[in-house]
């Protein structure tokens, strides 16, 4: 059994009563999001010697929401059984040792709040839920009890260790009862005491109340009622009972009386990190652990993560001792939720405990010292970095607002983490250490954020003065560029931070001075490289090791490279299609110094590309040059890859991050995938090679772990493929919820919004509750994912009755809610109809003086009697009718004006009251204060247009004000392009366009812009361009490209419309360019198009593409060439296994004259390319294009495109009698056949194009030409060809005579093989029949075969095969060492013992001479002797023999010598002889030597 891979698990959660423990044995297990963590806790961990002996062993994965409740059972023979209960409504019983679910039920029709496995009953287990339901469920009978006592949201329950009947239950509002569920849940005691939420109840180990000396009647508290006691207790010896609350108190209960007998206060506590506030009391959570055989002690949480071991010996005092008060830091920081026992095999008594600080800490209950920390991450771990100057030291960015540090290579302890979380307060998104200086890291976070940590002190972080609109994407240190280059040596630092946004903008910032202003690089690089055009929007920034080359990943899919210090474009790569997310630069100290021009990149499309810029970097071009292949293509992953990273132990080895839920290990320069991790159960987002261990990788996810595993120890080599992605799975979790959950909307469990997050999961709710170093985490999701942020993982459903049963009943209950509603709805009188409502009278503006004057006559007559006094005694009012006056308001209609002010004022009052708000208004208006009823009605939100209609009667200024609250008030109101209107009306035309854009709505505010603006405002410009980004991001290119054009930016026009990638997009792109007069995108993108057409085989659409620009005359040529030999191949299959048809032109379906006879007259007839000076034009244009080397994987379309290529040159050179040139392009062509392995294309290319040989050739150059060297190259492969095509005559059979063998029957045996069959060479040396003999043409073939007998090229393909041999050689003693290394780790293991076995079995087989030879020992010494002595020889041969590839000449002896024994005397002796030697004297290598060994024997 392998090991598991070395976990940093995700954080426990949090708020629950019971969502850890441990079994008797040595396992710890807690519920963490929707899964649970199991830990081997003990001497069985097999943790390293001086390690705590802890390790994490695996997961419980099934839950689709988070878990609530966990509980081992305790029971001999079966504590490998454990259960959990989940939001998603099921309870699941497991077994740890498999992993699986054994049973399962879904009884609950509410949120699960508490669970326990019952320490009397083996297979009992309790839950309750939010609304009061508690259910027994018995798993071996498979049999449940329903009980619903108090209508109570339960916190916590806990079954009695004494009496299998009992079991306690505390609830929200304080209240603890204790039910006997033997008699359907009958109530046996009601404790009352506790004023807030129950989080803990714990039994007292042993039974009876004789272990704590308490006299009720010395008790200081008094005695607490419980209420009325419903039943006789069933225990006669009673027993003791503690519960903790949210009220900061302890009580301890007697379960014979039924009543509390000692309260214990929390005490407030000092903190080491300063003092915590008393009256913040959701920061508490108290819960409670009673040791066993200890009943005198109990331990307890406190208010800041303390500890507290209370002595119940003495009532009438406090006493309690602190766990860890001699280690400085061992204590939790924040507030504790859970405390297991645990009893280790050695017999160790431990207590571990959950924290909100994320972590999980053991204590020593014997020394109560804290024993070791088990760190845990609550957010997407976004970034992985290893430090270069402290190694081992590993940088991790989390979402919950913090960075750890850990350190990797402690051997004291495995998960050695350091916590930096000030000044953060955000997802960290982004990490990167400094080259040189120890300990100091930089951090970017998702609100912009760029900070430095000095790692190695506790000052908080510096932080930029400079903060990016979005996520900070990237990080890396790299030389200062002006303008903070410009400065003295002193003056400025060596190296400077570049940080990469969200908004597409690269940061220069001084880490010597982070308060100053951050420099954006793109206007060096518009300066610097003369850019009119938009710079696209960045992605990714990569510096190269030293430090002299940038690489810039875009959005668009582009990759740019540029030189210091002036940002000098050097070239553009153009091979995504999609957003670049990682760029990296192959390490400078490998064996092989050349691959360190070797950059990778992954965007969104899912392929890796690999490309080589040695010969740019090494050329530095005056003007910048496009490159549009890779150097390799590594395929396999299903989604974006989002992180990349070159093995520093390794040549060429990368590892890959991806979206599919895999880490990927590729040998880029062979393009194999090697190993593929799949521990994660969600997206990774980041890799790291471990800079020590060359096989060990760290990877993190949005599934909250960061894992560390061995390349070697993977069961897989490649990604899965089809419908395992990750998305597929989340889709399906995703569609298992809502049947559940969405039926109903129960109430939150928890008391209040502070509480009601659960540490790790609903993120969207807990971001507005603490501080974030307290336990913020990442949303349900990335941004730009917009997918749930639930990890896939294995659903194991409920039994289909039990889910039908859940559905129907929440179904019945929602259906009886309706029917009320509905009822309640009937009591009311009925509706009038629409018409009648029309003729319903206007509201009056006086309702409450008309409802005054309709009081009884009484009322009426004192009215008239208050009103005559008020009147004709208008001098001496007396203080009676003044009150009478003021309580009847109406009567201000009859008296002066302030009365009637005073009666608007209380019917404006009560028109306010009713919701009437417009009738206030009017009678404001009535008085006369328009100002006042415009100021009333904006303080209220209530302006209309009606109001502001009027608003000019009280003056200009007033009706600007006016119209301007009106606009804010229609904005809160969502109706911004009312507000631009009126804005417009009082012409604020900029506000109004910043309105209507601020708010995307950019189509209108363009409208705006244009009618009221100037042509040239920039303004304008700035709308079209942030309007087209938008829709570029969002895919819609056709429009974006129209809103560039209207900013006339054609350019970017054509570059957002060539994103599409189809032919359509790419001519219209082309053509949009050309009419622009941007001459040189419009030919990249027409030939892009004729390259897209190309692969539909439409070869008309892709001349008419290439037609588009002149400057592509020299592509159509090619074009034409490749047209012409696809045809020519097509004719020569059989109709049976010919493909779809092509699309082809009138003058490619002739077939008069050789191949080069109908090129040369298309050439002449369609392109009008006929004269020297027209052919060297275009050889011209097509010598700037270069392709790269052929492998075995190039696609042949590619592979022949690139062949026609090199043939056109040829032609082209031959038309222009350039024979100089003429050689070599038509030798590339001949050597991408044979690199390839394409045999048949090869022979077909000297066919075509030499069909007489190339002896003419040698008369056009000249003996003395300078390419003679490659002349003859190129005779020789020709005469390699030509030598197999005989050796093939010979072994197959032909019913007719050939140019190679002369046949004298007419018939041939059926029982010769076919030239298709394989052949041993034993059956290949068999003489020819009688009737077969070699013609003259093969007799002077073989006698041209001297050519190839070239003793110079002998000698260097032997010393490339040694060199080959001994890195090989190297390679294999290097994965050897590794494996002996692994051996030995592991030799405690089960496997340990395999080894031995191994060895004793391999002296039984007898290996094969050539085995023992190659597992011959051979000393490092040797090794390096021999590949100094190649390299060395290598080096002594002239140029002109390198430049050039030739045939392999010890595998053409071989082929002659085989023709030699199968028709003798038809090979010269001597050269027979030659062949020999030649084999004799190079054939030692490994590829040779098996060869050699057959022909001697």
């Known amino acids: 059994m392998k090991p598991e891979p070395r976990t940093l698990p995700p954080s426990p959660n949090w708020y629950c009563a019971r969502c850890s423990d441990a079994a008797p044995g040595g396992i710890f297990g807690f519920a963490a999001r929707t899964s649970v963590f199991l830990v081997r806790v003990g001497p069985g961990a097999g943790a390293s010697p001086g390690a705590p002996p802890f390790r994490v062993v695996g997961e419980l994965v099934g839950h689709t929401e988070r878990v609530s409740g966990f509980t081992f059972s305790h029971h001999p023979g079966q504590y490998n059984l454990c259960a959990t209960s989940s939001d998603d409504g099921t309870v699941k019983i497991w077994d740890v040792e498999t ?192 040791p066993k055989n200890q009943p005198t002690q109990l331990v307890s949480s406190c208010f800041g993560g303390e500890l507290l071991l209370w002595d119940l010996t003495q009532s009438w005092r406090r006493k309690y001792t602190l766990f860890s008060t001699s280690a400085e830091g061992h204590n939790h920081s924040r507030i504790v939720f859970n405390l297991c026992p645990l009893k280790t095999e050695d017999g160790k008594q431990l207590l571990l ?117 979005k996520t900070v994407y990237r990080l890396a240190w790299g030389p200062p560029v002006p303008p903070m280059s410009l400065g ?124 080589n810029l040695k010969a740019v970097l090494e050329s530095n071009p005056e003007s910048p040059i496009t490159i549009t292949e890779p150097y390799r293509t590594l395929s396999g992953h299903t989604a974006k890859v989002t992180s990349l990273a070159w093995s520093p132990h390794h040549d060429g080895r990368l590892v890959s991050a991806c979206y599919d839920g895999t880490a990927q290990v590729w040998d880029a320069l062979r393009e194999e995938p090697l190993f593929n991790f799949r521990g994660h159960r969600g997206r990774l987002l980041c890799v790291a090679w471990s800079p020590v261990d060359p096989e060990c990788i760290y990877s993190g996810a949005d599934d909250f772990c960061v894992y560390r595993w061995l390349t070697s120890m993977q069961d897989h080599s490649r990604p899965p493929q089809g419908k395992k992605c990750i998305e597929l799975e989340k889709k399906r979790l995703s569609q ?31 971001e507005n509750l603490a501080p974030v170093e307290n336990g913020l985490s990442d949303q349900d999701g990335e941004e730009e994912a917009q997918e749930p942020e639930l990890p896939p993982s294995p659903v194991v459903c409920g039994e289909p009755v039990s889910c039908t049963a859940v559905s129907l009943g929440l179904e019945k209950s929602k259906v009886t809610v309706t029917s009320k509603v509905a009822s309640l709805k009937k009591e009311p009188p009925k509706e009038k109809p629409e018409a009648l409502l029309k003729k319903r009278k206007a509201r009056s503006m006086l309702p ?141 035309v900029y506000e109004a366009v910043e309105l209507l854009r601020s708010n995307h709505l950019y189509r209108e505010a363009i409208a705006v812009a244009k009618a009221r603006l100037r042509p040239e405002d920039p303004v304008l410009k700035d709308l079209y361009l942030s309007w087209g980004s938008i829709l570029e991001r969002d895919g819609h290119y056709a429009i974006a490209a129209k809103c560039y054009l209207g900013a006339t930016s054609a350019y970017d026009a054509a570059k957002v419309l060539a994103r599409k990638g189809d032919a359509a997009s790419l001519r219209t792109a082309a053509e949009l360019a050309a009419i622009a007069g941007e001459s040189e995108l419009a030919a990249s993108l027409a030939l892009r198009c004729a390259q897209e057409l190309l692969l539909l085989k439409n070869w008309v659409g892709a001349q008419e593409a290439l037609g588009l620009h002149e400057s592509l005359q020299g592509q159509r040529l090619v074009f034409c060439l490749l047209e012409l030999l696809c045809r020519h191949l097509e004719e020569k299959q059989p109709p049976e296994v010919r493909g779809p048809s092509s699309i082809y032109h009138q003058w490619a379906t002739g077939s008069e004259g050789t191949l080069v006879q109908r090129v040369t007259g298309v050439w002449r007839s369609a392109f009008s390319v006929d004269t020297p000076e027209q052919c060297r034009a275009a050889l011209q244009k097509l010598q700037d294009v270069k392709y790269p080397s052929a492998t075995s994987n190039t696609p ?74 490659a002349f003859k190259s190129l005779e020789a492969f020709f005469i390699y060809g030509q030598l197999y095509e005989v050796w093939w005559s010979l072994c197959g059979p032909g019913s ?145 023999v390198k430049a050039w590839p030739f045939p392999d000449v010890l595998e053409c002896c071989l082929v002659l010598l085989h023709i030699g024994s199968q028709c003798p005397g038809a090979v010269n002796p001597e050269m027979q002889q030659q062949a020999q030697k030649l084999l004799q004297k190079y054939g030692h290598t490994r590829a040779y030597r098996r060869h050699c060994q057959i022909r001697h024997t």
């Open 353 to 469: 405990s959950t924290s909100m600080d994320r972590d999980v800490k053991c204590w020593d209950m014997a020394t109560l010292e804290c024993c070791w920390t088990l760190p845990s991450l609550g957010g997407f771990a976004y970034s992985l970095a290893f430090s270069p100057v402290d190694v081992g030291s590993l940088a991790i960015g989390v979402g919950d607002g913090m960075i750890r540090v850990w350190n990797t290579l402690s051997i004291k302890n495995n998960y050695d983490v350091k916590n930096f979380w000030q000044g953060v307060k955000s997802k960290v998104t982004a990490l990167c250490w400094h080259p040189n200086k120890e300990g100091c890291l930089a951090f970017g976070t998702d609100d912009g954020k760029v900070g430095l940590y000095d790692t190695c002190s506790n000052k908080p972080p510096q932080i930029s003065s400079t903060y990016h609109k």
């Open 99 to 290: 992993k699986a679910v054994v049973t399962e039920h879904a009884l609950h029709q509410h949120t699960i709040s508490a669970l326990h496995w019952s320490p009397t009953v083996k297979d009992l287990i309790v839950s309750g839920d939010e609304k009061g339901v508690v259910f027994c469920y018995w798993l071996n009978r498979s049999d449940s009890q329903h009980l619903f006592t108090e209508p109570r949201a339960i916190f916590c329950l806990t079954c009695s260790p004494h009496h299998e009947n009992l079991v306690a239950i505390g609830y929200k509002d304080g209240i603890v009862i204790i039910i006997d569920i033997s008699k359907k849940g009958e109530v046996v005691h009601r404790l009352r005491g506790h004023d807030d939420e129950i989080h803990s109840i714990a039994w007292c180990p042993l039974s009876g109340e004789d272990c704590l000396s308490i006299n009720q009647e010395e008790n200081s508290e008094p005695d607490i009622p419980n209420g009325k006691l419903i039943a006789e207790t069933p225990i006669t010896k009673g027993c003791y009972l503690a519960t903790g609350s949210k009220d900061q108190t302890i009580r301890i209960w007697s379960c014979s009386r039924g009543r509390g007998v000692m309260v214990l206060k929390l005490p407030f506590l000092k903190r080491r990190s300063g003092g915590v506030d008393p009256t913040v009391k959701e920061r508490l959570w108290l819960t409670l652990h009673w």
């Open 488 to 611: 003295g040596e002193g003056d400025r630092p060596s190296l400077t931070l570049y940080s990469c946004g969200g908004e597409g903008i690269v940061l220069q910032h001084n880490p010597w001075k982070l308060s100053g202003e951050a420099f954006d690089i793109n206007k060096l690089m518009r300066d610097t490289n003369s850019i009119r055009y938009k710079l696209p929007v960045h992605t990714e920034i990569s510096w190269k090791g030293d430090g002299k080359v940038m690489a810039l990943g875009n959005e668009d899919g582009s990759i740019e490279i540029f030189q210091v210090p002036n940002l000098k474009l050097l070239c553009t790569i153009q091979q995504h299609h999609k957003l670049v997310n990682a760029i990296v630069w192959h390490h400078e100290h490998g064996s092989r110094p050349e691959l360190s021009c070797l950059l990778a990149s992954g965007s969104n499309n899912a392929v890796i590309y690999v490309h």
């Open 1196 to 1269: 042949f379309r590619q592979l022949l495109l690139h062949v026609c290529h090199d043939l056109t040159l040829a032609m082209l050179s031959q038309q222009a009698a350039s024979w100089e040139e003429a050689v070599p392009a038509l030798l590339q062509a001949v050597v991408r056949s044979y690199t390839s392995g394409n045999f048949t294309l090869m022979q077909e290319i000297y066919s075509a194009f030499l069909p007489g040989g190339c002896d003419h050739l040698r008369d056009k150059l000249g003996d003395l030409s300078p390419t003679m060297a």
């Open 736 to 766: 298992f919820k809502p049947k559940l959950k969405k039926k109903k909307k129960p109430t939150l469990r928890l008391p209040i919004k502070q509480d009601s997050s659960i540490g790790n999961e609903d993120e969207s709710v807990r």
């Open 1296 to 1440: 007719e005579s050939s140019i190679w063998v002369w046949s004298a029957e007419s018939t041939v045996s059926d029982k010769q093989s076919k030239p298709g069959d394989s052949a041993s060479a034993e059956d290949m040396e068999q003489p020819l029949g009688p009737g077969l003999r070699l013609s003259a043409e093969s007799e002077r073939l073989l006698s041209a075969c001297k050519e190839l007998f070239s003793e110079r090229h002998a000698s260097l393909q032997t010393s490339q095969r040694t060199v080959a041999e001994v890195q090989e050689t190297l390679a294999e003693m290097i994965r050897q060492h590794q494996k002996s290394q692994l051996c030995k780790a592991t030799a405690n293991g089960p496997n340990r013992d395999e080894p031995s076995q191994q060895a004793e079995r391999a002296p039984s087989q007898p290996p094969s001479p050539t085995r023992e030879e190659r597992n011959a020992p051979v000393s490092l010494p040797e090794l390096t002797r021999r590949l100094t002595e190649a390299n060395e020889r290598i080096a002594e041969f002239p140029e002109s």
């Open 848 to 988: 409450l003086s008309t409802s005054l004057d309709h009081r009884s006559k009484e009322e009426l007559h004192r009215d008239c009697l208050v009103l005559a006094t008020a009147t004709h005694a208008r001098a001496e009012l007396h203080e009676d009718v003044s009150a009478d006056l003021e309580e009847r308001f109406h009567l201000g209609l009859f008296t002066d004006r302030a009365a009637l002010y005073r009666m608007m004022e209380t019917e404006g009052k009560g028109h306010l009251e009713s919701g009437h708000p417009e009738l206030f208004h009017q009678l404001m208006l009535w008085k006369g204060d328009l100002k006042g009823v415009l100021q009333a009605a904006a303080e209220r939100g209530e302006l209309t247009d009606s109001l502001v209609a009027v608003a000019p009667v009280a003056g200009y200024s007033v009706w600007l004000w006016a119209v301007e609250a009106f606009a804010k008030q229609l904005c809160f109101q969502d109706q911004y392009v009312k507000a631009a209107s009126y804005l417009l009306s009082i012409h604020r």
